[in-house]
């Protein structure tokens, strides 16, 4: 079974631009977390999405945005980047959605911002 | 609020030493437990778990044990391997259906 795949694995922008990363969960996996790590913060959530409905939401701008496809694929966007946005970002999925249930993390996808 | 306190690193050990790395935390209600691993390059895994007071979740010769009267979920080994060399992250679900992580804990072994 293939694990969580995020793309692309590095991403190198300008501030001002805006970005798209992409999350597959794994197959039946139905909701799909997103997290971003960074060194002085460590790991912080964003947003959670069920059967293409946000669950919940981490304590981000409106500048984080994200979605998910009937097929589970999500995707989140950052518009109009900054500096302090230069992170790894995680993508997580689980079969459903609740507290115990065990989380998949794919790779990441390190996003520079210069 | 919910949160997790861990240990600061990194914690470098010579192979076979005995590893503690502590983990408090706060949350209203009961909340779950974890340790989450990331090696180099890779997303994070579920490394052990436990739900509810005085459970001890074990793998790969970690353990953990969930103390409710102390708030601490510490992880340790008894004889840590080269392989073990890695980021160790407590997490709690807290109130909401979310994870709150810990800062990380780097673990590095040395022959």
């Known amino acids: 079974k293939a694990g969580v795949t995020q793309t692309p694995r590095y991403l190198i922008k300008t501030r001002g631009q805006q970005v798209t990363l992409s999350c597959s969960p794994i197959?039946?996996?139905?909701?799909v977390s997103w997290y971003q790590q960074t060194p002085g913060q460590g790991l912080q959530f964003l947003f959670e999405?069920?059967?293409?409905?946000?669950?919940n939401k981490g304590n981000f701008p409106g500048r984080f945005s994200g979605r998910q496809f009937s097929n589970s694929r999500s995707e989140m966007n950052v518009s109009t980047l900054e500096l302090g946005d230069s992170a790894l970002y995680l993508c997580?999925?689980?079969?459903?959605?609740?507290?115990?249930?065990?989380?998949?993390f794919g790779s990441g996808t390190q996003l520079s911002v210069l | 609020g919910d949160s997790v306190t861990q240990m600061e690193g990194p914690v470098t050990l010579s192979e076979e030493a005995f590893l503690t790395i502590n983990c408090t935390y706060t949350a209203t209600g009961y909340p779950s437990l974890f340790w989450y691993v990331q090696y180099p390059g890779e997303g994070l895994q579920l490394l052990l778990k436990?739900?509810?007071?005085?459970d001890k979740g074990s793998n790969k010769g970690f353990e953990a044990t969930y103390r409710k009267e102390t708030t601490s979920f510490h992880l340790e080994k008894g004889s840590v391997q080269v392989s073990d060399s890695a980021v160790y992250f407590c997490a709690n679900t807290g109130t909401a259906s979310k994870l709150t992580f810990g800062t990380g804990t780097r673990l590095q072994v040395t022959l």
């Open positions: 197959s039946g996996h139905r909701s």
């Open positions: 436990a739900t509810k007071a005085d």
């Open positions: 997580a999925s689980s079969l459903l959605s609740g507290v115990n249930e065990k989380l998949f």
């Open positions: 999405y069920f059967s293409e409905t946000q669950r």
